[in-house]
């Protein structure tokens, strides 16, 4: 998967219209703030589920996977929620089968995302 695609451009343009038309306000305060939220959490994240998955702990494993796929999803990030959502799914069945599998996309993906956002946001930023 290129880096290009990691984002769905239908949800970005879609926070651009809740800014009722004002797209000054949406670019920069919506869109880019939960950007920049997510950024900041991303590590976090990551770092919890990289230790759940070391302890094969499933309660934290649907957690930590729902709370990246509610965010990963708000900000276009389809591909990776859709990934959260079938760990979130495993944590969820306690049978952590195949989880690892899942986790090494994500973690893989997750390396990609902070140049993809960044580039979005300097894009966002200009426009």
Known sequence: MSTTSLLDEEIINSMKELG?????????????QLMSVYLDNLQERIKELTLAMQNSDAAIIERSAHTLKSSSRLIGL?????????????????????????????DSTCKKVPEVLKNKIKELEAS
């Open 20 to 32: 009722n038309g004002d797209e000054e306000f949406s670019n920069r305060l919506l869109i880019v």
């Open 78 to 106: 389809v591909s990776l929620s859709e990934d959260c959502q079938l760990l979130e799914d495993i944590g969820f069945s306690k049978k952590l089968d195949g989880a690892q599998d899942i986790f090494n996309r994500i």
